[in-house]
């Protein structure tokens, strides 16, 4: 994993520190205002809604709405740090939790003050990740009692009511329907699940409110492919994807899969585009957790998208029919383009089950799947024709891993200009 440096403001606090690949002990967090009495809870949650905080899970809801629905549902909340982190390509919660246990252990605790809840979590699946947080707890015991729940590493296991079902004593297994974690989660209170890197956010909040332009739009990428080492970083929004993938080491990127398994394919003609939820998702495409691989010139993305769906296949829980034959048909419709056998009315096939499969699981799994046919579709049309006509060369070699390891070290981008500004 690359060290680099940040293109956020030097002197701006941020999620990666000043010592990347040291895990940071509570003395040293201290001495950042760590766990300092700042501000108040109330004022906290109004810094954290002026701020426009979203979390950086995945969907990307606005933090201060999710923590008034926890506020205000009941008595006695469970707030959980969630640091599964099932989404292949991303790193970044791991490396949190085990370089900066405190920075999460302190957004949990501001979380369960606006909250007011009497109970932590935190959710991983990370064997050192667990030891250095348990380390942390050792060393500042918190105000409330915070427990660890470890469990296997799965796609859907980080899913808000998968993680509720495995802390009651489930499988880490998703829910359809009613009720949602903030209604009623853990042992039947109501509940926030948060990403670690979300209460991060709120803890650096907390710490300067006067930095909470720059903390709430800058985010952790994992960014990776191109056959250049994958790297860790801290950038804001507003940094185009292009810019990205040259700090990477990948100056001509054929295109991206974006958000982890979620954000779908996209072509060269969109590498341009500012960094952020609301543009990403204009474009059709979406940050996600922040994952993004690029593809080298000479790599095909139909064999990048039939390892995509092969994963989501082989990740489903089972648990829904729809899901298991969806996904398995997506998978073999896209793996039939990479060996030349493609079946008549393919691509139609595809578009119908694209357009028709969302919404249709317990959880975003089979959405992603049809999301990823969908989106090979519109940016390589071209290609997928070339597919159905002969057998592709590139393809003979199989998709490089989806997964990338934890970094040992991380850091922060030299300041340079984006090609878009940074809005806001």
């Known amino acids: 994993m690359t060290r680099i440096d940040s293109l956020i403001p030097r002197g701006t606090p941020g999620v990666l520190g000043t010592a990347p690949g040291v895990t940071e002990d509570a003395e040293a967090y201290d001495a950042t205002g760590g766990y300092r009495e700042t501000t108040s809870a109330a004022e906290l949650l ?84 667990g030891e250095r947080v348990r380390r942390a707890l050792a060393e500042r015991p918190p105000r409330l009692p915070v427990e660890v729940v470890e469990t296997r590493h799965t796609c859907v296991a980080g899913e808000e009511s998968a993680v509720v079902r495995r802390i009651n004593g489930g499988p880490a297994l998703p829910t359809a329907g009613a009720p949602r974690p903030h209604e009623e989660g853990v042992d039947g209170a109501p509940t926030l699940v948060a990403n670690v890197e979300t ?8 710490a300067r409110p006067d930095g909470h332009r720059h903390t709430a739009r800058s985010t952790l990428v994992t960014v990776a492919g191109g056959g250049a080492d994958p790297l860790l970083a801290e950038v804001p ?115 119908r089950r694209a357009t028709a499969l969302p919404g249709r699981g317990a959880c975003g799994l089979l959405d992603a799947a049809a999301r990823t046919a969908g989106s090979l579709l519109r940016a390589f049309p071209h290609l997928v024709r070339s597919h159905l006509d002969a ?5 003979a070699a199989p998709a490089g891993p989806l997964s990338v390891a934890v970094p040992r070290v991380a850091g922060r981008l030299v300041p340079r200009p984006c090609s878009a500004p940074c809005p806001g």
């Open 46 to 129: 109004t810094h954290i809604d002026a701020a426009g905080l979203r979390g950086r899970g995945g969907a990307g809801c606005l933090t201060a709405a999710r923590l008034r629905a926890v506020r205000d549902a009941g008595d006695r909340p469970v707030v959980v740090a969630n640091g599964l982190e099932g989404e292949a390509g991303s790193v970044k919660d791991r490396w949190l939790l085990r370089a900066r246990p405190h920075l999460v252990l302190d957004g949990l605790l501001r979380a369960a003050e606006i909250t007011g809840a009497r109970r932590g979590e935190v959710y991983l699946s990370d064997a050192a990740a």
């Open 199 to 206: 209460l991060a956010r709120v803890a650096l909040l907390a």
């Open 237 to 351: 929004y507003g940094c185009t994807l292009r810019s990205l993938a040259r700090a990477q080491g990948t100056p001509e990127p054929a295109g991206a899969l974006m958000g982890g398994l979620f954000g779908g394919l996209i072509g060269p003609h969109f590498l341009d585009l500012a960094l952020g939820p609301d543009t990403l998702a204009a474009a059709g495409t979406a940050l996600g957790c922040g994952a993004i691989r690029f593809l080298a010139p000479e790599e095909c993305p139909v064999s990048l998208a039939s390892a995509v769906v092969a994963h989501l296949a082989a990740e489903s829980a089972r648990q829904c029919g729809r899901c298991v034959t969806g996904t398995g048909s997506i998978r073999d419709d896209v793996g039939s383009l990479t060996t030349g056998t493609a079946a008549p009315g393919l691509v139609s096939r595809l578009h």
């Open 391 to 395: 057998p592709c060369p590139a393809c």
